[in-house]
């Protein structure tokens, strides 16, 4: 098959190039710069074609595409700044990136008859009660401008194709770029002490798994929505220092540096008391993932096991 993947200069896209080589697909990735500018590890993102697109241009995305002609498109571009998006100055750009751009996509795919997958996020929803999102779910209330231009982006695909999956994901980090982990790493490695929430409950997605998955998706017809995080530790495991079933930042910090063996105190807050961003996070980000056993699809590995395959690659 061909794909062309957007975003490959961020964690996702980087990783789903590497996963096409692999399998030995031809795909071409695009991102805003004239070259490629992640990770240079001699990964499939540095030997397979690159071209630089700007998908908020409509005759630009038409052209590149259609001269491409692929059988998936894999969008994983988008506006990810969640508490920047909040800024009024910011506000239209947000929409012409993670709305327009991805509606630009979508019409190529429908001119083309060819697939496409879509990157979403639990910010779809309004974070309230402890009840898992079901992928199907249509209560949408976005709480901050991210969540609701992911949301936009969301309706601009399942309305003008068929043909497309669309995939949300939550607290991402993979290789090629900044993310939690090595956020906290970094931290902890000057502090004595961090504060990290506590009540903001869901699971990680580590890229290098979720590219697996992706692929897995576009081979198959199986369209529709899907929930993909790394799986929860089962209750029954026997974890040393990890909690099982769905964690918390707080819960994720602690795994982080108990592998990585930081000994920096890690203290529970609230939202409330943390108070330092600007959009509003959901609380509720715990995702269902049956529907992906339910199709075929392999889910993705326990976050803790990804976390420690992680942290045997980064660089930290």
């Known amino acids: 098959m061909k794909f062309f993947v957007t975003g490959v200069n961020g964690q996702l896209g980087h990783d789903v190039m590497n996963e096409l080589s692999k399998r030995g ?20 993102v540095t030997t397979m074609p690159y071209v630089s697109l700007d998908i908020t241009d409509q005759a630009a995305v038409k052209k590149q595409i259609m001269e491409i ?3 998936a498109v894999i969008h994983c571009a988008a506006w990810t700044a969640v508490d920047a998006a909040e800024d009024e100055d910011k506000q239209a750009t947000v929409k012409k990136v993670n709305v327009d751009g991805t509606r630009n996509i979508a019409e190529v795919c429908k ?16 974070g ?28 601009a695909v399942s309305s003008i194709l ?11 980090f993979g290789l090629n770029g900044k993310n939690f982990i090595k956020t906290m790493i970094n931290v902890g490695k000057t502090h004595d002490e961090v504060r990290v929430v506590c009540d903001q409950i869901g699971t990680p997605t580590y890229t290098y798994d979720l590219a697996r998955l992706l ?13 993909a995080t790394n799986a929860e530790l089962p209750e029954d495991a026997d974890a040393i220092g ?58 993705l590995p326990v976050w803790t096991d990804a976390v420690s395959r992680y942290l045997k690659e980064a660089d930290i």
């Open 162 to 172: 068929e043909k497309y999956f669309i995939v949300r994901i939550a607290w991402v």
């Open 25 to 44: 697909h031809e795909g071409v990735g695009s991102d805003l710069g004239e070259t490629y500018a992640g990770v240079q590890d001699g990964s499939a």
């Open 242 to 299: 990890a909690k099982t079933g769905y964690i918390s930042w707080y819960d994720f910090c602690v795994e982080i540096y108990r592998q990585y063996g930081l000994s920096t105190k890690v203290t529970p807050v609230t939202t409330a008391e943390y108070g330092l961003s600007k959009a509003a996070r959901p609380y509720n980000s715990r995702l269902d993932k049956k529907k992906l056993v339910e199709n075929g699809f392999t889910p």
């Open 111 to 126: 001119a083309l008859d060819c697939k496409m997958l879509y990157l979403s996020t639990d910010y779809v929803f309004d």
């Open 69 to 71: 002609k692929p059988d």
């Open 128 to 155: 309230q009660g402890t009840t898992p999102w079901e992928p199907d779910c249509k209560d949408y209330k976005p709480l901050n401008v991210y969540g609701q231009s992911k949301l936009d982006g969301e309706l």
């Open 215 to 227: 692929v897995d998706m576009c081979e198959t017809e199986k369209y529709g929505y899907y929930h």
